[in-house]
């Protein structure tokens, strides 16, 4: 693994690691709401529902980022191929939405036992197509999905940005458009006006996990169009 797939290992070992140093005190920060919201007031819903769909998306649009503007050109300049880069690219983003999704789901049920002891009911403050928080396969797959679009539309925003900047904007709103059907899958978002656009996807859950694998088929193929034959050098527009 070390030598054909360099890149993988790199980034899994370090942005898993990252995301794990960030998962903690996310739970503490998480725990300490709920235990200050039992204190002096109600506790009817969960606390974590809006930390983990808030932030973490953010993050992992990051690290797609970082991906694709740290990583191609340092790729390419010790003789690697566009190919091989994006090789690697799919696989790390596919695994980073893995781990961050177990992360996100184990924070779920550990919040959902506290709620038990404490005789409260469990539920998300807003409407997901998940279900129940004890849906520990649907809590996996959707945050998976969600994470997947985030971090190919950074990447794929990112290889525009590094080969042109007119085209690095051009791609902005297409990967508004890939991310905008995960939205609906976890019921919660911080982009204004953003609820009321997505509104018409409201799909069925098959419906909108088919539209949110064809987002993601879209991100990987506008990604290679733009990085298959990239200039070592940048253009300026």
Same mark, same amino acid.
């Given at each position: ?29 998480? @725990?300490?709401?709920?235990? %200050? ?7 009817? +819903? ?7 769909? +808030? ?21 390419? @300049?010790? *003789? ?28 779920? +049920?550990?919040?959902? %036992? ?10 998300? $403050?807003?409407?997901?197509?998940? *279900? ?8 996996? *797959? ?10 190919? @539309? ?20 297409? *990967?508004?458009?890939?991310?905008? $059907? ?17 509104? $018409? ?17 879209? %991100? ?18």
């Amino acid at each position: 693994m070390t030598a054909r797939w360099p890149l993988l290992r790199v980034l899994l070992t370090s942005h898993v690691s990252f995301l794990f140093i960030l998962w903690l005190p996310a739970m503490l920060v998480s @725990a300490a709401i709920l235990a %200050g919201v039992a204190l002096w007031g109600t506790v009817d +819903q969960s606390i974590w529902h809006y930390v983990a769909t +808030q932030v973490p998306r953010w993050v992992v649009l990051g690290l797609g980022v970082d991906a694709a503007t740290t990583y191609l050109r340092l790729n390419l @300049a010790h *003789g690697r191929t566009r190919r091989d880069f994006l090789r690697q690219l799919w696989p790390y983003l596919a695994g980073l939405a893995v781990a961050l999704a177990a992360m996100i789901t184990i924070a779920y +049920q550990i919040e959902r %036992g506290a709620f038990a002891m404490a005789g409260w009911h469990h539920r998300t $403050p807003f409407a997901t197509l998940f *279900g129940d928080t004890g849906n520990v396969l649907g809590l996996l *797959g959707v945050f998976t999905l969600m994470f997947l679009l985030w971090s190919i @539309a950074g990447a794929m925003i990112a290889a525009g940005f590094t080969r042109n900047i007119l085209l690095g904007f051009a791609t902005i709103p297409l *990967g508004l458009l890939i991310v905008a $059907p995960s939205e609906v899958l976890v019921g919660l978002n911080g982009v204004p006006l953003f609820d009321t656009l997505t509104e $018409p996807l409201r799909f069925p859950l098959l419906t909108a996990v088919a539209v949110c694998l064809g987002g993601a088929v879209v %991100g990987c193929a506008a990604t290679w169009g733009i990085v298959r034959d990239i200039p070592v050098r940048a253009k300026v527009a």
